[in-house]
């Protein structure tokens, strides 16, 4: 499969993502892969021709953005009784949020689905810790490579920031009493 999708016009890489790369699913979890492509040349339908193709049936693919800023697009596919979640990632934008990683810097947006916002290097983390698959280019070899070792400036950030997480926790406990 992720040799197939590398071929879409767009799709420079493919990477195994979630509890699969990190080796902690079970049984009934999805397969996540990650497809980081240029923007501009992206041939949605032949992605969705694609689909269709390895589900059996017509998918709904979201084009970029169709999912929101930043979890992006993608499909939901069912592959002989296997969940599969084809992601869409911005290989400019990502790039960009791992530059971010490596000065320490991060910020949370608004995202729908995401109640507390979404943070902008989960990026970086998703290249740090994803399975290649596909990278022909080497794209997903530059981008962990601009990861490692771990940014010790994000990780100081993140701890200098740690107020935030009380913070909210006391406007939810606030709230929950009214």
Do not use: K
């Amino acid at each position: 499969m992720a040799g197939e999708l590398v071929a879409v016009s767009g799709v420079g890489a493919v990477a195994l993502g979630g509890s699969r790369a990190r080796g902690t699913h079970r049984p009934d979890s999805d397969v996540d892969l990650g497809l980081y492509y240029d923007r501009g040349l992206l041939d949605v339908d032949a992605f969705a021709a694609l689909a269709r193709r390895w589900a059996g049936r017509p998918v709904d693919i979201a084009p970029p953005g169709g999912w929101g800023p930043w979890v992006d697009g993608g499909g939901w596919l069912s592959v002989e009784g296997v969940d599969v979640d084809w992601i869409l990632r911005d290989v400019d934008r990502v790039r960009e949020q791992c530059h971010r990683a490596r000065a320490g810097e991060f910020v949370f947006f608004a995202q729908p689905g995401h109640p507390f916002g979404f943070l902008d290097v989960a990026y970086a983390g998703e290249v740090a810790n994803a399975m290649p698959l596909e990278d022909p280019a080497g794209i997903l070899a530059e981008l962990n490579a601009l990861l490692t070792p771990f940014p010790a400036v994000l990780q100081s950030a993140f701890l200098r920031n740690l107020w935030q997480v009380d913070f909210l926790l006391d406007r939810g406990e606030g709230g929950e009493a009214r």
